[in-house]
């Protein structure tokens, strides 16, 4: 026989109504259980760098028919390096034997430096900008990437294929064949022509 450990305990129950007991341990039990807290959202990873390397040249022509000529060529490595705040560049300019010309970077919201062969180091809000300062030439460093990536702000011409053949974008006239970027523009220091050709 079932003995309560408290006295009077029995006395106590035996008052209320059956009913009564049994709906409220029903209600006891209908009491949903806390869940479990969600788990935290994972972010999702940020975009894998691009590299892209390749050979370059650049002529600048100054106006007038006996306007001086310059010209240099060698290679080029970019990384173009996406971050929650934006996009990151690096850049390294190497002569035709590997000697390195000029090594620069830039973060979004930062200073572009530039360090040359000699050991200066240059600096600007762009890396055009610390390029420009560095050669004399406005170069559209941080226009490559989309360019690289075929991403244009006006395409005007496409072959049969739809593949693209001639672009506008930032002021440069741009030629596209497979693996080869023509860049031209007209600039109050002349006429600017750079080509870029991928490794394959």
């Known amino acids: 026989?079932?003995?309560?450990?408290?006295?009077?305990?029995?006395?106590?129950?035996?008052?209320?109504?059956?009913?009564?007991?049994?709906?409220?341990?029903?209600?006891?039990?209908?009491?949903?259980?806390?869940?479990?807290?969600?788990?935290?959202?994972?972010?999702?990873?940020?975009?894998?760098?691009?590299?892209?390397?390749?050979?370059?040249?650049?002529?600048?022509?100054?106006?007038?028919?006996?306007?001086?000529?310059?010209?240099?060529?060698?290679?080029?490595?970019?990384?173009?390096?996406?971050?929650?705040?934006?996009?990151?560049l690096s850049l390294e300019l190497r002569s035709p034997f590997g000697q390195v010309l000029a090594s620069g970077s830039h973060a979004r919201g930062g200073r572009s430096?530039?360090?040359?062969?000699?050991?200066?180091?240059?600096?600007?809000?762009?890396?055009?900008?610390?390029?420009?300062?560095?050669?004399g030439w406005p170069l559209p460093v941080e226009r490559l990437p989309d360019w690289l990536e075929d991403r244009f702000d006006r395409i005007t011409d496409r072959d049969a294929a739809g593949a693209i053949v001639t672009a506008l974008d930032s002021g440069w006239r741009i030629e596209r064949e497979p693996f080869r970027w023509s860049l031209e523009r007209d600039a109050p220091s002349g006429r600017l022509r750079v080509v870029l050709i991928l490794d394959r």
């Open 1 to 88: 026989m079932w003995r309560s450990e408290r006295p009077g305990s029995a006395r106590i129950l035996a008052g209320v109504p059956a009913g009564l007991l049994m709906s409220s341990w029903l209600a006891a039990c209908a009491v949903p259980m806390p869940r479990p807290p969600e788990p935290a959202a994972v972010p999702t990873s940020v975009e894998a760098p691009r590299r892209w390397d390749g050979r370059f040249s650049v002529v600048m022509q100054a106006p007038g028919a006996e306007g001086r000529t310059d010209a240099a060529m060698g290679r080029f490595m970019l990384i173009s390096t996406p971050t929650p705040l934006g996009r990151e």
């Open 113 to 135: 430096r530039l360090t040359l062969s000699d050991g200066r180091t240059l600096a600007a809000d762009t890396l055009d900008g610390v390029l420009e300062q560095a050669l």
